[in-house]
């Protein structure tokens, strides 16, 4: 399998790795918390120090994959995945699963922006969006997996064994994108990477956040993809298990049919923007509807369990939308600058994906437990937070000013 085929399936792969180291700690989080005596708040951490790294790695990411290509940048950074995933199978405290996780965040800091690159370069116009949403919907195939089948999977080999499993299935999405990708499409010539100083590179990267409009995306990207990630990747398993008495299977269920869900609503944007004929309205509307499933959970004592888990589902389906956040950031950048606008624009999702978790959790340790479990009300509050910070984003969107597409 070769040429943009081949290409896909390694975007699609690797950036459902992502999508599952993202979301691995959710379904086991309760069997975790048990065997290392994690507090609320280090486990809210483990995911938030993933997020950090993220954070930390993409102005040199983005300048990696502008001067050295996304091929070369993702190869070397998975390998950090590899080791982080075998160490945090290996974890024996909150702090060695702290540094495990932060490797793994590093080893994939480059994985969702080196799709934007490579998609970019290789699709134009409404095929880029095309490619973009299929690689993006593929991708929550991560977060499936890290759903009933790591359940499943824990339950046969622990928590340990399953995590060990990990290790084996990030190492072998490295394989295949090395053995898949390449940064050029056979029918143009090769992107000429001019060398650059550091003070070069770094005058690149100041000249992406001088660009109006910036801000206006930055705001909802913020919020956008973070509020649901939280939920879904981290704090969905204890809210299921401590308020509504779910075991591994149950809660593995749940997040699968949350899983579902994202994939649904980014095959659903094209044709949409197609039909509609704008991104600003879609945003703005999607962005509502989720915030409207946040207060819903916040506002709703003794919520039973199916319209809890419909509320959580609709949640990550009207949290598709940041993938024309994407899209639009593209629109303002030349194309010698896109590996650092693209991982400018991420700088704002994984900045709102380190703090956003740590945030619910200093929330909901808040709330001492009552018989090992924390009230409904401890979660009910941190969803109430995670909606006033979508809210926030939205208003960003629709009230600061645009810029114009390049």
């Known amino acids: ?166 290790a084996l299935l990030t190492a072998g999405c490295l394989l295949l994108w090395w053995r898949l990708v390449r940064d050029d499409p056979p029918d143009r010539p090769p992107v000429y990477r001019k060398p650059e100083t550091l003070k070069e590179a770094l005058l690149g990267q100041v000249s992406i956040w001088r660009l109006p409009g910036l801000a206006r995306v ?63 309205g879609i945003v703005t509307v999607a962005a509502g509807l989720a915030a409207a499933a946040l207060f819903a959970l916040a506002l709703w004592p003794g919520a039973p369990l199916d319209a809890a888990v419909a509320l959580l589902v609709l949640l990550v389906l009207f949290s598709a939308f940041p993938v024309l956040v994407v899209a639009e950031g593209r629109s303002l950048f030349p194309d010698h600058l896109v590996g650092r606008g693209a991982t400018t624009v991420n700088l704002a999702q994984v900045l709102g994906s380190a703090l956003l978790p740590m945030a619910m959790g200093a929330v909901v340790g808040l709330f001492p437990d009552v018989g090992g479990a924390r009230p409904e009300a401890a979660y009910r509050a941190g969803f109430g937070l995670l909606g006033t910070a979508l809210a926030g984003g939205m208003a960003g969107w629709v009230l600061l000013p645009r810029g114009a597409a390049k």
């Open 1 to 166: 399998m070769t040429g943009a085929t081949g290409l896909l399936v390694a975007l699609a792969a690797m950036t459902g790795l992502s999508q599952f180291h993202r979301a691995a700690l959710g379904v086991i989080a309760p069997d975790l918390t048990a065997a290392l005596a994690l507090s609320p708040a280090v486990l809210g951490a483990a995911n938030g120090v993933f997020f950090g790294a993220l954070l930390l790695a993409q102005v040199p990411v983005g300048i990696a994959l502008d001067r050295a290509g996304p091929r070369r940048t993702v190869g070397a950074l998975s390998g950090l995945a590899v080791a982080g995933s075998v160490f945090q199978a290996l974890a024996t405290t909150g702090t060695t699963l702290l540094a495990s996780r932060f490797l793994i965040g590093l080893g994939s800091a480059a994985s969702f922006m080196a799709a934007v690159v490579l998609c970019a370069r290789w699709y134009r116009g409404a095929a880029l969006t095309l490619a973009l949403s299929r690689v993006f919907a593929l991708s929550q195939m991560g977060i499936l997996a890290a759903g009933a089948p790591l359940a499943a999977l824990s339950g046969l080999l622990g928590w340990r064994g399953a995590l060990g499993a990990s």
């Open 218 to 280: 930055l705001s909802m990207h913020l919020v956008g993809y973070a509020a649901a990630a939280t939920v879904l990747g981290l704090w969905a398993g204890p809210y299921l298990a401590d308020v509504h008495g779910l075991d591994a299977a149950g809660r593995g269920w749940a997040l699968a049919a949350m899983g579902v869900a994202m994939p649904a609503g980014l095959l659903a944007l094209g044709p949409l923007e197609r039909r509609v004929g704008g991104r600003r």
